[in-house]
């Protein structure tokens, strides 16, 4: 329907299913419905849950935040990663992809709202500020056992961009395309959750992230 909206093809957009908060059996079903693309945010739930599924034909994405300490496990899994926002992680994306005998497809998570605000008010959404983006690629592209595939954001609560999702959107489209000059491989654009994935497919993302409209509310956490 968003694609329609918006005068695409259908096949332009790949559905990724975010699958947190709900147990292996569900993301067994959505396998059996024909879902390829599964996500998780939490490491300590993504690889029980990757284990049990490991029959299954599925591309996992991780999308929650990512400390080192986590990396080997994600990289145990995961096929890509789309939470990549400083160096460090590079470097450690790298050594454990190396030694998992893996290659990570590594998205750069972009804060759009990084250049406003006080970076307290950001929360703990993660993502570099747009100027970082080269930098983090060249390390991708330069780096063992990982690529830069593309970019992420979510839409900024705070900011220029608070409540504007499409022009958020517009401008991670101006960063990738900024990106694809220096990277060509590196096409993927991935914006969009429940709440905003016709906005993100007309500005032009290839991957939407969505969980709550194809799952159904989540309960609340602790
Ligand atoms: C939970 C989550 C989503 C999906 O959110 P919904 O509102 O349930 O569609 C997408 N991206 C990230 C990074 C998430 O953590």
């Given at each position: 329907?968003?694609?329609?909206?918006?005068?695409?093809?259908?096949?332009?957009?790949?559905?990724?299913?975010?699958?947190?908060t709900y147990p292996a059996s569900d993301v067994r079903l959505l396998a059996e419905?024909?879902?390829?693309?599964?996500?998780?945010?939490?490491?300590?739930?993504?690889?029980?849950?990757?284990?049990?599924?490991?029959?299954?034909?599925?591309?996992?994405?991780?999308?929650?935040?990512?400390?080192?300490?986590?990396?080997?496990?994600?990289?145990?899994?995961?096929?890509?990663?789309?939470?990549v926002d400083r160096a460090r992680l590079v470097t450690a994306l790298s050594a454990?992809?190396?030694?998992?005998?893996?290659?990570?497809?590594?998205?750069?998570?972009?804060?759009?709202?990084?250049?406003?605000?006080?970076?307290?008010?950001?929360?703990?959404?993660?993502?570099?500020?747009?100027?970082?983006?080269?930098?983090?690629?060249?390390?991708?592209?330069?780096?063992?056992?990982?690529?830069?595939?593309?970019?992420?954001?979510?839409?900024?609560?705070?900011?220029?961009?608070?409540?504007?999702?499409?022009?958020?959107?517009?401008?991670?489209?101006?960063?990738?395309?900024?990106?694809?000059?220096?990277?060509?491989?590196?096409?993927?654009?991935?914006?969009?959750?429940?709440?905003?994935l016709d906005d993100a497919v007309a500005a032009g993302a290839t991957h939407v992230?969505?969980?709550?409209?194809?799952?159904?509310?989540?309960?609340?956490?602790?």
């Amino acid at each position: 329907m968003a694609c329609a909206a918006a005068g695409r093809p259908r096949e332009d957009v790949t559905l990724i299913v975010v699958t947190k908060t709900y147990p292996a059996s569900d993301v067994r079903l959505l396998a059996e419905l024909g879902v390829r693309h599964v996500a998780e945010n939490r490491d300590q739930d993504a690889a029980p849950k990757a284990a049990e599924c490991a029959d299954l034909p599925l591309t996992w994405h991780f999308v929650g935040q990512l400390q080192t300490n986590k990396v080997r496990s994600v990289a145990s899994y995961a096929d890509f990663v789309h939470s990549v926002d400083r160096a460090r992680l590079v470097t450690a994306l790298s050594a454990a992809a190396v030694k998992a005998g893996r290659t990570l497809d590594c998205l750069i998570q972009v804060a759009l709202d990084a250049e406003s605000g006080e970076p307290g008010q950001r929360g703990e959404r993660g993502g570099v500020a747009p100027d970082g983006v080269t930098e983090l690629a060249d390390a991708l592209a330069a780096a063992e056992g990982v690529r830069p595939a593309g970019l992420m954001t979510v839409a900024p609560l705070v900011g220029t961009y608070a409540g504007r999702p499409r022009a958020a959107f517009e401008r991670l489209m101006e960063i990738s395309t900024g990106l694809r000059a220096a990277h060509p491989a590196a096409n993927m654009v991935s914006a969009g959750m429940s709440a905003d994935l016709d906005d993100a497919v007309a500005a032009g993302a290839t991957h939407v992230r969505v969980g709550s409209a194809v799952l159904g509310v989540r309960p609340r956490l602790g």
